[in-house]
Nanobody, 117 residues
Framework: QVQLVESGGGLVQPGGSLRLSCAAS????????LGWYRQAPGEQRELAAY???????NYPDSVKDRFTISRDNAENTVYLQMNSLNPEDTAVYYC???????????WGQGTQVTVSS
C-alpha cells in the first residue's frame, strides 16, 4: 500500500519559515519525481515546487528564491523549506509522487500552512 504522509505544517508569522516533510512508503522512491502542490480556499491546486528523480528542480515565480525542495532517497522523504512566508502562502500543501515510467501518481493527505500575524 502506497502512503505519502506530510508533516511540518502549522501557523507562522509573516516573514517566518517552515519546513515540510513528506515520508513515502510502498514505492521505489528513487524512481519517482516529487512535487509539492498547494491549494488555498476557493482556489485551484497549484504547483509549489518540483524535483525530478535526477534532482532537477523547478519552481513557479511566486515562490522562487523563497522555497527549496530537496529529497533524501535513503530516507524516502521529500522536504520543502519555506522562507520569507507571507499570507499569500496560506494553503493546504500536498505531496505528490509520479513514477518515471508508468506516470502513476500518488497524493498525500495534505498539511495546513497558515501565515498570519
Amino acid at each position: 500500500q502506497v502512503q505519502l504522509v506530510e508533516s511540518g505544517g502549522g501557523l507562522v508569522q509573516p516573514g517566518g519559515s517552515l519546513r515540510l516533510s513528506c515520508a513515502a512508503s510502498g514505492i521505489v522512491f528513487r524512481f519517482y519525481a516529487l512535487g509539492w502542490y498547494r491549494q488555498a480556499p476557493g482556489e485551484q491546486r497549484e504547483l509549489a515546487a518540483y524535483i525530478t528523480s535526477r534532482n532537477i528542480t523547478n519552481y513557479p515565480d511566486s515562490v522562487k528564491d523563497r522555497f527549496t525542495i530537496s529529497r533524501d532517497n535513503a530516507e524516502n522523504t521529500v522536504y520543502l523549506q519555506m522562507n520569507s512566508l507571507n499570507p499569500e502562502d496560506t494553503a493546504v500543501y500536498y505531496c505528490n509522487a509520479v513514477n518515471d515510467y508508468s506516470r502513476r501518481s500518488y497524493w498525500g493527505q495534505g498539511t495546513q500552512v497558515t501565515v498570519s500575524s
